[in-house]
């Protein structure tokens, strides 16, 4: 847990970091991407290896000894002059979703490399090391299974996620052992919970808050709990043409029933978010009635309570709609992260640079999920959220202004001096 240190309240000369360069290193990660639309960079991916060789060039250029780990997160470190003080750890994801945007994750990671190169380039050297961290799989758009590098790190990794599978059939196992890893060695990632004093995160806000009240950054108060659930629905395939509609066992009309329930909860209570964002029907062909559907759902809230009753609710809807249609629909949990709060003191340091740098000291709360959820279980955690254009993510138009760029990633660099001072 973060240590007793008082946060020295020290006149730290100005520094400033290069917003020119963060750009261009954004536009070069965006190009290690399978689709031309948007950006899709899956973990243990081809485009994910050649990101990994950038950032790792860039983590060197700023001074930093660079290691991958047992569920190859890229750890670069910068020496302080305590080499056994307990670590700043700062960092975010370099995998993205399907066909999404730039600054996700990216952000994040190429922001904390352009602190510490400020502070290499001046040749300042922190009492405690930092190390620069960008997760593998934050997003779980390839296994389907999320915060899997992070949750390694904090010894939260289940052995048997190691069979999870992607579209193709490929299992993260095998994915590992395709770039040369061994899996069974994803507990070498385990960090010991007394050598870190807190981890900081910045990433864009991806909703809509900081564009309204016109600030480039704010602190974040707490992430959303999160659920995620496999549903797949069974009932009975036949001719298209000849079977009478009151007769039928239709798996996707059943389903569309199921996803406005969804969405009508979800409406009726703005704690609560609910998404059913994978559908695939079975067989798949237009003359014939769907015998099978299966999907996900996405269920989140800062409030536990309420996230937990809205499954129950929802699964119990679910499950009157199937009876009434002659129809079997089965859950199957895949993840279940619990809200969680980022650390006061670590959120009042970035309330306060907030105010140094001209701002109101915002506080958000995150209905997006980050690594910073995982790494709560080891430490305190604090979060920067920057501005993105139309609150846009998880979309090839996500987009953050050069100005709020280097905004953030000048709060970041006097949130990490102070907390290493
Ligand atoms: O889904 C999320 O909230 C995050 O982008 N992984
Ligand atoms: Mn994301
Ligand atoms: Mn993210």
Redesign the pocket.
């Known amino acids: 847990m973060f240590l007793s240190r008082g946060v020295q309240q020290m006149t730290m000369p100005n520094l400033q970091v290069d917003p020119s360069r963060i750009v261009q290193r954004i536009e070069e990660l965006a190009r290690c991407s399978a689709t031309k639309v948007g950006v899709t960079r899956l973990s243990f991916s081809e485009e994910s290896e050649r990101a990994n060789q950038l950032v790792a060039q860039w983590m060197k250029e700023a001074g930093m000894d660079v290691r991958k780990d047992g569920m190859n997160n890229l750890i670069g470190r910068y020496e302080g002059k305590d080499r056994d003080a307990p670590i700043l750890l700062v960092g975010s994801h370099l995998d993205s979703v399907v066909e999404g945007g730039k600054y ?1 994750g990216i952000l994040g990671v190429v922001a904390a490399i352009e602190a510490v190169h400020t502070l290499h380039w001046h040749g300042i050297r922190p009492n405690c090391s930092i190390e620069v961290v960008g997760f593998s799989d ?2 779980g758009a390839r296994f389907h299974t ?1 915060l899997l590098g992070s949750r390694a790190m904090t010894g939260h990794l289940r052995p048997e996620e190691l069979l999870a599978k992607d579209d193709q059939g490929t299992t993260l196992a095998e994915a590992m052992e395709q770039l040369g890893m061994n899996p069974h060695h994803y507990r070498a990632a385990v960090r010991d919970p007394r050598t870190i004093r807190g981890y900081i995160e910045l990433h864009i806000e991806q909703g809509p808050v900081l564009e309204q009240i016109g600030q480039a950054c704010g602190a974040v108060s707490g992430i959303a709990g ?1 659920s995620r659930y496999t549903f797949r629905i069974e009932g009975k395939s036949g001719h298209a043409g000849t079977v009478p509609i009151q007769w039928r066992k239709d798996a996707l009309a059943g389903a569309a029933e199921v996803i406005l329930a969804a969405e009508q909860m979800a409406s009726q209570c703005d704690q609560l978010m609910m998404t059913v964002g994978k559908l695939s029907v079975f067989p798949g062909v237009s003359n014939v009635i769907p015998g099978a559907v299966e999907g996900t759902v996405d269920i989140r809230s800062i409030d536990d309570e309420l996230r937990k009753s809205a499954i129950n609710e929802f699964v119990r809807k679910c499950e009157n709609i199937a009876q009434r249609r002659g129809l079997v629909c089965r859950f199957t949990e895949v993840m279940d992260s619990p809200a969680v709060l980022c650390s006061g003191h670590l959120t009042n340091v970035i309330t306060d640079v907030l105010k140094e740098h001209g701002m109101a000291p915002v506080k958000l709360v995150s209905g ?2 980050h690594d910073a959820m995982a790494l709560a279980s080891i430490t305190d955690v604090g979060m920067i959220f920057v501005r993105c254009k139309d609150g846009l993510s ?1 979309h090839p138009d996500e987009f953050v202004s050069v100005e709020d760029i280097e905004t953030g990633t000048n709060v970041l660099l006097d949130v990490i001096r102070k907390l290493t001072a």
Request: glycine residues 12%.
């Open positions: 996700d934050e997003e999320t999160q997006a999920g998880h």
